[in-house]
């Protein structure tokens, strides 16, 4: 069934529909011109705006100095604070810069300082380089890791999560809004409320929900927050950011200061002011930073709850096309409301079926198990292909997807037959 017959069988053309102006959002998106792109979750296509800015500033770097340069931009550098606290419903101060949220989660996990007698709980929607990273943890520090089983509809067994938080008191949570590997949405407030109730530290990875869900770090009650740029903010690479609570930052003991956020003020001293660019590196590509202030200004302009319906919505549509398909399999869980849509084709490798897709302009990902062995691994799948739906993707792109699909399946059944 084609994505329009959905919207008509559907009988209510969204809200959603009327606040998201598609044409315009193509408008200033070059790569929907040439592409039906379906790859958001590995990195959103970022508008004309974003990517004139970080030209623009190249070309003041050209032209009179890297240093100079970013002594002219301060004011758009200060204010990327002031918007991505906006995004996440924080103050300005709880906000630092990365290269990437991996980065993000190291410099807090670094900073925690945690060996034998603690205790990290993570969830099996864990990506593969925090997994590795609480694993080698386990491994080489003595921590204590305990992965806590999900619930029938593929969350994480909230059940499960309290008693593994009275078994050890004060663990850290380390949870996941979103996976890489399905539409998933966790109940990140809902563990918030636990993590509250026994004391833990809540470390929540929101890299694939940051730009497609509406988030209020207050409400969801975690001590950290970690983002990506690239994926549904639309930034470009090479950019993140994370809060981290203000009276959180207090208890953390900074691996390597930097001078960044730190003054050697003495022989042996020196002073760290409490805020959470206390966590960053000096370095950074400021073009990348001025690609990211500008793509968070367009989320917030546009507007999260409306961009959150929209995402949602094309998700849904494209999760009941591809159910319908035969030899198609949708295995996002139960809980899958997110922009990610993960399908298999029977007799195909989701590595040929994204290539097939590939070959009539159409951007997936194959996302194999090794990036998400506590999900994929144990669900007995060994690759899934995945596709994430933007405010950018009109009707003819939901078209060309559910066709080209209809049609690799229906040849593949040809094949095997
Ligand atoms: C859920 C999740 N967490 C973390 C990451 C890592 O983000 P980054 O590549 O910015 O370090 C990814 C990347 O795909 C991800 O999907």
Same mark, same amino acid.
Request: aromatic share 6%; hydrophobic share 45%; charged share 25%.
């Given at each position: 069934?084609?994505?329009?017959?959905?919207?008509?069988?559907?009988?209510?053309?969204?809200?959603? !529909?009327?606040?998201?102006?598609?044409a315009?959002?193509?408008a200033?998106?070059?790569?929907?011109?040439?592409?039906?792109?379906?790859?958001?979750?590995?990195?959103?296509?970022?508008s004309?705006?974003?990517?004139?800015?970080?030209?623009d500033h190249?070309?003041?770097?050209?032209?009179?100095?890297a240093?100079?340069?970013a002594?002219?931009?301060?004011?758009?550098?200060?204010?990327?604070?002031?918007?991505?606290?906006?995004l996440?419903?924080?103050?300005t101060?709880?906000?630092?810069l990365h !290269?990437?949220?991996?980065?993000g989660?190291?410099?807090? #996990?670094?900073?925690?300082?945690?060996?034998?007698?603690d205790?990290?709980i993570?969830?099996?929607?864990?990506?593969?380089?925090?997994?590795?990273?609480l694993?080698?943890?386990?491994?080489?520090?003595?921590?204590?890791?305990r992965?806590?089983?999900?619930?029938p509809?593929?969350?994480?067994d909230?059940v499960?999560?309290?008693?593994?938080?009275?078994?050890a008191?004060?663990?850290?949570?380390?949870?996941?809004h979103?996976?890489t590997?399905?539409?998933?949405?966790?109940?990140?407030?809902?563990?918030?409320?636990?993590?509250?109730?026994?004391g833990?530290?809540?470390?929540?990875?929101?890299?694939q929900?940051?730009?497609?869900?509406?988030?209020?770090?207050?409400?969801?009650g975690c001590?950290?927050?970690?983002?990506?740029?690239?994926k549904?903010?639309?930034?470009?690479?090479?950019t993140? #950011?994370?809060?981290?609570?203000?009276? #959180?930052?207090?208890?953390?003991?900074p691996?390597?200061?930097?001078?960044?956020?730190?003054?050697?003020s003495?022989?042996?001293?020196?002073?760290?002011?409490?805020?959470?660019?206390?966590?960053?590196?000096?370095?950074?590509?400021?073009?990348g930073?001025?690609?990211l202030?500008?793509?968070?200004?367009?989320?917030?302009?546009?507007?999260m /709850?409306?961009?959150?319906?929209?995402i949602?919505?094309?998700a849904?549509?494209?999760?009941?096309?591809?159910?319908?398909i !035969?030899?198609?399999?949708?295995? !996002? /869980?139960?809980?899958?409301?997110?922009?990610?849509v993960?399908?298999?084709v029977?007799?195909?490798?989701?590595r040929?079926?994204?290539?097939?897709?590939r070959a009539r302009?159409?951007?997936?990902?194959?996302?194999?198990?090794?990036?998400?062995?506590?999900?994929?691994g144990?669900?007995?799948?060994?690759?899934?292909?995945?596709?994430?739906?933007?405010v950018y993707?009109?009707?003819?792109?939901f078209?060309? #997807?559910?066709?080209?699909?209809?049609d690799?399946?229906?040849?593949?059944?040809g094949?095997?037959?």
């Open positions: 069934m084609a994505f329009g017959e959905l919207l008509a069988d559907s009988g209510d053309r969204s809200a959603a !529909d009327a606040v998201i102006d598609v315009a959002e193509r200033r998106t070059l790569g929907t011109r040439t592409r039906h792109y379906f790859n958001s979750a590995g990195a959103g296509l970022a004309s705006g974003v990517m004139s800015g970080m030209i190249l070309r003041k770097e050209e032209q009179g100095g240093y100079e340069a002594a002219l931009v301060a004011d758009d550098l200060n204010a990327i604070y002031v918007h991505a606290a906006q996440l419903g924080c103050d101060d709880e906000i630092s !290269d990437a949220a991996t980065t989660l190291r410099v807090v #996990f670094d900073a925690l300082r945690l060996g034998a007698g205790t990290v993570a969830p099996r929607s864990s990506y593969v380089s925090q997994a590795l990273r694993l080698t943890l386990e491994k080489v520090d003595g921590v204590t890791l992965i806590i089983e999900n619930a509809d593929g969350t994480v909230l499960d999560l309290e008693a593994a938080l009275i078994a008191p004060g663990a850290v949570i380390s949870a996941v979103v996976p590997s399905s539409g998933l949405v966790e109940p990140v407030a809902e563990i918030g409320v636990l993590a509250q109730r026994h833990a530290v809540y470390v929540l990875d929101a890299t929900s940051v730009g497609q869900i509406d988030i209020d770090v207050r409400a969801i001590d950290v927050l970690v983002a990506t740029g690239r549904f903010l639309r930034g470009p690479r090479g993140a #950011f994370n809060y981290v609570r203000r009276g #959180f930052l207090e208890t953390l003991k691996w390597a200061p930097d001078v960044r956020g730190s003054e050697w003495g022989e042996t001293e020196w002073v760290t002011p409490v805020a959470a660019r206390s966590l960053e590196t000096w370095e950074a590509a400021i073009a930073r001025i690609g202030g500008l793509a968070i200004r367009e989320a917030l302009e546009r507007g /709850p409306a961009t959150e319906s929209f949602a919505e094309g849904a549509r494209l999760r009941a096309a591809f159910a319908e !035969d030899g198609v399999t949708v295995v !996002d /869980p139960p809980a899958a409301t997110a922009g990610i993960t399908f298999t029977d007799g195909m490798h989701a040929d079926v994204s290539k097939e897709l302009r159409i951007d997936t990902i194959a996302i194999p198990a090794s990036h998400a062995q506590w999900d994929l144990a669900r007995g799948i060994d690759a899934v292909v995945r596709a994430s739906v933007h993707n009109d009707q003819s792109d078209d060309a #997807f559910i066709d080209a699909v209809t690799i399946a229906e040849t593949q059944r094949a095997a037959a």
